[in-house]
């Protein structure tokens, strides 16, 4: 009989459960604890019932684990130096999108040469979210496969739906279910009121289908997620992190009765893809919460070991270690100076609203 299925399928190999994964590298009750207490603090920021600006900083994805430990123990360090302004979520990106190709993520190709390694991918990037959260660092992730949140969500304290995939309607109804809050960026337009819109969806309770902690498919019915927030990330024509950008997107959360909870990426769009212009974008955002823009929750900074990117050579062991292989980023020194003037500034300003008001 002539074959009418998988027609396109080279092969298919089986891929260990979350529960198996678990059981391999395993969240002790502290972590659990310390990771629940984070989230709070991050929904609480959300909610505003936390003054603190999010600040979810880290490189553009992660491809070395061991160089992202390392700049997970300089960020610690540094987040609690700064715990009065700020609350410090580590960036740690394992998936990329991609408008037609390149390289997928960790997850996906963890040896970077197009052998697809899921299965290694997947539990590296389990190992290191312990690795790091055990360290008492919050972390965060888009969310781009439906699947793979099984595998790590239990050490998430964000994340986020990206421009890409936040009008799907897969990603909304997952969002619904997330136990963490989620942030939805604005169009690869610029335009916001398709995840204006995806917050509104993600609210309301909904069923998608999945796999449970063994493997097995099954239904998830959910609650709907409060802590939806929008992302402006900019657009392909203009940046959107100035005062009226912010204020029009406050406008429209507020006329869909939604909690005015926005977070400004300073990379991407906004940065012209420059990431020495992202220090421009944040100055600009500090300075309107600084003069009371109460919507603006946090941040995004795209920063690594050191400053720029690097294409993938054809042997990735001939990579830069500590430099971004997708967006450039800002170097540590440079991220440290940014964010201690951030602080300063946050200081400074509200001490003067408080003593003008």
Avoid at 26 to 54: A, F, H, M
Avoid at 88 to 111: A, Q, S
Avoid at 153 to 172: K, Y
Avoid at 301 to 329: A, R
Wanted: charge should be negative; aromatic fraction near 6%; glycine fraction near 8%.
């Amino acid at each position: 009989m002539q074959k009418n299925i998988d027609i396109r399928i080279e092969g298919v190999e089986p891929l260990a459960s979350p529960a198996t994964l678990a059981e391999k590298f395993p969240v002790s009750d502290e972590l659990t604890r310390q990771i629940l207490e984070s989230r709070q603090r991050v929904n609480d920021i959300i909610l505003g019932k936390d003054k603190r600006l999010l600040a979810i900083v880290g490189p553009c994805s992660i491809h070395d684990p061991i160089a992202a430990l390392e700049y997970a123990k300089r960020l610690k360090e540094f987040a609690d130096e700064v715990s009065d302004q700020l609350y410090v979520v580590m960036r740690t990106y394992f998936e990329k999108p991609r408008t037609i190709g390149g390289w997928k993520g960790l997850i996906l190709d963890p040896n970077m040469d197009g052998s697809y390694d899921i299965q290694g991918g997947i539990a590296t990037a389990r190992k290191l979210l312990i690795d790091i959260t055990s360290l008492g660092l919050p972390v965060g992730c888009e969310m781009l496969d439906p699947i793979v949140p099984q595998y790590i969500d239990e050490m998430l304290s964000w994340c986020s739906i990206g421009a890409r995939t936040t009008e799907s309607q897969t990603h909304r109804t997952l969002a619904s279910g997330m136990s963490v809050a989620v942030g939805f960026k604005n169009s690869t337009s610029g335009e916001y009121a398709t995840a204006v819109n995806a917050i509104k969806s993600a609210r309301q309770s909904a069923a998608f289908i999945g796999i449970d902690k063994h493997g097995n498919s099954a239904i998830y019915r959910t609650t709907g997620n409060d802590c939806g927030h929008l992302i402006l990330r900019g657009g392909d024509h203009a940046p959107n992190y100035y005062e009226e950008d912010v204020e029009a997107a406050a406008k429209l959360m507020e006329k869909l009765a939604l909690p005015k909870a926005i977070i400004v990426d300073c990379s991407h769009a906004n940065s012209r893809k420059d990431p020495q212009r992202q220090r421009r974008v944040l100055r600009a955002v500090v300075d309107q919460v600084v003069w009371g823009r109460n919507e603006i929750k946090g941040f995004m900074l795209e920063s690594n070991l050191f400053s720029g990117c690097q294409s993938i050579p054809e042997n990735p062991k001939d990579l830069q270690y500590g430099v971004s292989v997708t967006d450039g980023c800002i170097g540590w020194d440079d991220t440290v100076e940014t964010l201690n003037r951030v602080c300063n500034a946050l200081r400074k300003g509200r001490q003067e609203l408080e003593a003008y008001v």
